[in-house]
C-alpha cells in the first residue's frame, strides 16, 4: 500500500539517526506497516541500515536476537545440539501465518512491537524467558521480560522513539525440554490460542498463554504441575478476550486442553 502522506524517508546507521522527528516511524520489515494506512505518519526510519548482526551467541551463553533478525534468519539458525528449545523457534514462527516473501522480511523487533496477542516471535520469548532490551531516545537502555513489555492486544509498554534492539533468550531456557500447541478457528487463519510449555534442566516449569490472552500469560511451577493444577491456573488466567477469530470461552477451553498435552508430553519424555 502507498503511504501517501509519508515526505521522508531515512536510513539510520548510528544510534542518533534513530531520534525521531514528529510524524516519524520506526520501518522495520515493513509488512503491517504497509499493510494498512498510517495517516498520521510522515516519514520512516529504516532500521536495517544499522547493521546490528542478526543472531549472537554471547559468551555467557544464551542467544541475542538482533530486533531486525527476520523471521528467516531466525529459523536458518544451525542447529545447537545444546538447546532442546530450538524447534520452538521454527514452531512460533509458523504460528504466524505469513508467506515466505513475508518470513524473509518481517522482524522479530517488529513482530514484538507491533505486539499483536497472536505475534509468533512474543510467543517464542514469552516461551524461554526472553528478555527486550530497549535503547531510550536520550541514549540510555533498560532490559524487560517480553512478558511484560506486551500489555495487550496490539499494546506496549515502549514509550514514544523507543527502540526495541534486540531480544535475549537465556542459556538456562533454551536448554529446557519444550512443547508447543497452536490452533486456529480457520485452516489459514491468524492462531487462536498458542501455548507453550518447558522444563528446565533444574526441573522447574514454564506454561505461557499467548494468542489466547491479550497480553501473554505465565505460569511458573517448581516442577511439573499435576493435571488438575494446571487445568485450574490455565482456566483461571485473566485476559481471554473475543473477536472474529473466537470467543474469549472457545480461547479459555482450548487452551486448557492444549496445555494438558503439552504437559503429558513434557511428563512422558
Ligand atoms: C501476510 C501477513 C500475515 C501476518 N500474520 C500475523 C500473525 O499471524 N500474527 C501477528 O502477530 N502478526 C501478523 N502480521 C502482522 C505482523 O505483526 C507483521 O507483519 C510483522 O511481524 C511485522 O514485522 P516487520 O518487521 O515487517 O515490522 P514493521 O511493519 O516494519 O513494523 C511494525 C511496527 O513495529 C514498529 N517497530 C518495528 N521494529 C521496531 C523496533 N525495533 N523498535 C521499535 N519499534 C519497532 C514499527 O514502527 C511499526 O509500528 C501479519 C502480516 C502480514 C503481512
Same mark, same amino acid.
Given at each position: 500500500?502507498?503511504?501517501?502522506?509519508?515526505?521522508?524517508?531515512?536510513?539510520?546507521?548510528?544510534?542518533?539517526?534513530?531520534?525521531?522527528?514528529?510524524?516519524?516511524?520506526?520501518?522495520?520489515?515493513?509488512?503491517?506497516?504497509?499493510?494498512?494506512?498510517?495517516?498520521?505518519?510522515?516519514?520512516?526510519?529504516?532500521?536495517?541500515?544499522?547493521?546490528?548482526?542478526?543472531?549472537?551467541?554471547?559468551?555467557?551463553?544464551?542467544?541475542?536476537?538482533?530486533?531486525?533478525?527476520?523471521?528467516?534468519?531466525?529459523?536458518?539458525?544451525?542447529?545447537?545440539?545444546?538447546?532442546?528449545?530450538?524447534?520452538?523457534?521454527?514452531?512460533?514462527? !509458523?504460528?504466524?501465518?505469513?508467506?515466505?516473501?513475508?518470513?524473509?522480511?518481517?522482524?522479530?523487533?517488529? !513482530?514484538?512491537?507491533?505486539?499483536?496477542?497472536?505475534?509468533?516471535?512474543?510467543?517464542?520469548?514469552?516461551?524461554?524467558?526472553?528478555?527486550?532490551?530497549?535503547?531510550?531516545?536520550?541514549?540510555?537502555?533498560?532490559?524487560?521480560?517480553?512478558?511484560?513489555?506486551?500489555?495487550? !492486544?496490539?499494546?506496549?509498554?515502549?514509550?514514544?522513539?523507543?527502540?526495541?534492539?534486540?531480544?535475549?533468550?537465556?542459556?538456562?531456557?533454551?536448554?529446557?525440554?519444550?512443547?508447543?500447541?497452536?490452533?486456529?478457528?480457520?485452516?489459514?487463519?491468524?492462531?487462536?490460542?498458542?501455548?507453550?510449555?518447558?522444563?528446565?534442566?533444574?526441573?522447574?516449569?514454564?506454561?505461557?498463554?499467548?494468542?489466547?490472552?491479550?497480553?501473554?500469560?505465565?505460569?511458573?511451577?517448581?516442577?511439573?504441575?499435576?493435571?488438575?493444577?494446571?487445568?485450574?491456573?490455565?482456566?483461571?488466567?485473566?485476559?481471554?478476550?473475543?473477536?472474529?477469530?473466537?470467543?474469549?470461552?472457545?480461547?479459555?477451553?482450548?487452551?486448557?486442553?492444549?496445555?494438558?498435552?503439552?504437559?503429558?508430553?513434557?511428563?512422558?519424555?
Amino acid at each position: 500500500m502507498d503511504l501517501n502522506t509519508v515526505i521522508g524517508y531515512r536510513l539510520a546507521r548510528t544510534r542518533e539517526d534513530l531520534a525521531l522527528a514528529p510524524g516519524e516511524r520506526i520501518l522495520a520489515g515493513g509488512t503491517w506497516l504497509y499493510s494498512e494506512p498510517q495517516p498520521e505518519v510522515t516519514g520512516l526510519v529504516d532500521l536495517t541500515g544499522m547493521g546490528w548482526p542478526s543472531l549472537e551467541l554471547p559468551r555467557q551463553g544464551g542467544l541475542r536476537i538482533a530486533a531486525t533478525c527476520t523471521l528467516a534468519e531466525l529459523v536458518a539458525l544451525p542447529r545447537q545440539p545444546r538447546w532442546p528449545a530450538q524447534p520452538l523457534f521454527e514452531q512460533c514462527v !509458523n504460528a504466524l501465518l505469513a508467506s515466505f516473501k513475508v518470513w524473509n522480511v518481517a522482524t522479530v523487533g517488529g !513482530n514484538v512491537c507491533r505486539s499483536f496477542a497472536a505475534a509468533g516471535m512474543v510467543a517464542l520469548a514469552v516461551a524461554l524467558d526472553g528478555v527486550a532490551q530497549v535503547w531510550r531516545p536520550d541514549g540510555t537502555d533498560y532490559r524487560l521480560p517480553v512478558a511484560e513489555l506486551v500489555t495487550g !492486544n496490539g499494546t506496549n509498554r515502549l514509550a514514544a522513539g523507543e527502540v526495541l534492539r534486540a531480544v535475549e533468550l537465556p542459556e538456562h531456557a533454551l536448554r529446557a525440554s519444550t512443547g508447543f500447541r497452536k490452533i486456529a478457528l480457520a485452516e489459514l487463519g491468524r492462531s487462536g490460542a498458542v501455548l507453550t510449555g518447558r522444563v528446565d534442566p533444574d526441573g522447574s516449569a514454564v506454561f505461557a498463554v499467548t494468542a489466547a490472552t491479550a497480553a501473554p500469560t505465565v505460569l511458573r511451577y517448581r516442577a511439573l504441575p499435576g493435571a488438575d493444577e494446571l487445568r485450574h491456573d490455565v482456566l483461571g488466567a485473566p485476559g481471554y478476550y473475543t473477536d472474529p477469530l473466537g470467543t474469549s470461552d472457545w480461547r479459555r477451553g482450548v487452551s486448557a486442553v492444549l496445555a494438558e498435552e503439552i504437559r503429558q508430553e513434557l511428563e512422558a519424555a
